[in-house]
């Protein structure tokens, strides 16, 4: 059988962002993988270590575009540690909110793409058709699609008055109907199953010697996630489950997404419900000393992990990330080993990797 070198990417129409791999083939099967990145590094930890510490929510809110809200807020997180500062409750039930509304969008857009990758075209459309439900949402409550500017020191910068919590609630009882429906189609429809069931497979001991997180673990039969395992803000205070799948593979990736994207709309409910009335932030400008923190949270994609060391001044002495994708990443040759080269794109894409995280 012939044995060659395969070359995908960096610049690939089945890749959503530039990545090289090259790929190891015997025929039509997949032998081995080499990954190779850097092909949109930016520096922004760089950039953050030079803009004082309200610039530098705006910066992290743009390392990524998809979990952005969640950069941000674990950097506050840590910040707030830092200069002990108790965020208001209603602004922790606030950033809740705007979490768990990017996470909704973040995880329709994934299953999205991978209908996309099968040719399902109509199933494609009617996914992001409803992720444009969540998009409104967002650009009604917010004044965004997509960048949510929602987070300040010490708490948010926006908040719901009755009109716009009723609003929130209409939406949610819309997407229920429709994400139970896309669940259905991808849990049933024969040409979702033929292309996903059992490629990629990954078993929950790879999973973890690989240190996977996020929907990529749970898949795989991994019940570890951050809200639940380590609860921030006001998690602790909500009733939801931890989905996992056993069968480790595309299809168990994807529906564990769509099982969390059903679930954040509960999630939400329940914080128009339970959230106090009262200040959604401290104001003013707080003082910032000496001292270092570690903060994570759930991102869409997984556990998010931010350090920071400040001096005293108003500028970060470090600061850095730890993203999901970079962990997610190393058990891709393991994924594509025995698949075939028509199945790269989907088994990439179940991964949710976000290039533009990992090359920060």
Request: hydrophobic share 40%; with cysteine.
């Amino acid at each position: 059988m012939t044995h060659y070198l395969m070359p995908v990417g960096p610049l690939h129409v089945a890749l959503e962002e530039p990545m090289y791999f090259k790929l190891e083939v015997s025929g039509e099967t997949i032998r081995g993988l080499e990954i190779n990145a850097g092909h949109v590094h930016r520096g922004i930890e760089y950039l953050a270590m030079k803009r004082n510490f309200y610039q530098n929510i705006t910066l992290t809110e743009r390392v990524c575009s998809l979990c952005s809200n969640s950069h941000p807020t674990t950097y506050l997180m840590a910040l707030e540690e830092i200069a002990g500062i108790q965020v208001p409750e209603r602004g922790q039930y606030l950033r809740v909110i705007a979490d768990e509304t990017k996470r909704v969008a973040s995880n329709l857009f994934n299953v999205g793409i991978l209908a996309h990758i099968v040719g399902f075209s109509s199933l494609f459309m009617h996914v992001m058709e409803v992720r444009e439900i969540m998009q409104d949402v967002k650009e009604t409550i917010y004044g965004n699609r997509m960048d949510l500017g929602a987070n300040c020191i010490g708490g948010v910068k926006y908040d719901l008055d009755e009109e716009r919590a009723a609003f929130l609630k209409s939406r949610l009882a819309e997407l229920r109907t429709a994400i139970d429906e896309i669940r259905r189609i991808y849990a049933s429809d024969s040409s979702i199953l033929l292309r996903t069931r059992g490629i990629g497979a990954l078993s929950k001991e790879d999973a973890l010697e690989y240190g996977l997180i996020g929907p990529v673990a749970r898949g795989s039969g991994v019940a570890y996630d951050v809200r639940k395992n380590a609860p921030y803000a006001v998690y602790h205070q909500l009733e939801f489950p931890l989905h996992t799948r056993t069968d480790g593979d595309v299809w168990s990736r994807a529906m564990v997404r769509l099982d969390e994207a059903r679930t954040a709309l509960e999630i939400i409910a329940q914080c128009l419900d339970k959230m106090p009335e009262g200040p959604v932030s401290i104001g003013g400008l707080p003082e910032i000393p000496a001292g270092e923190a570690v903060a994570k949270t759930e991102a869409p994609r997984g556990e998010l992990i931010y350090y920071l060391r400040t001096n005293g001044s108003d500028v970060p002495e470090r600061l850095k990330w730890r993203v999901p994708s970079y962990h997610n990443w190393g058990a891709l040759p393991l994924m594509m080993a025995g698949n075939r080269i028509s199945d790269v794109a989907l088994i990439v894409n179940s991964i949710d990797p976000c290039i533009s995280c990992t090359e920060r």
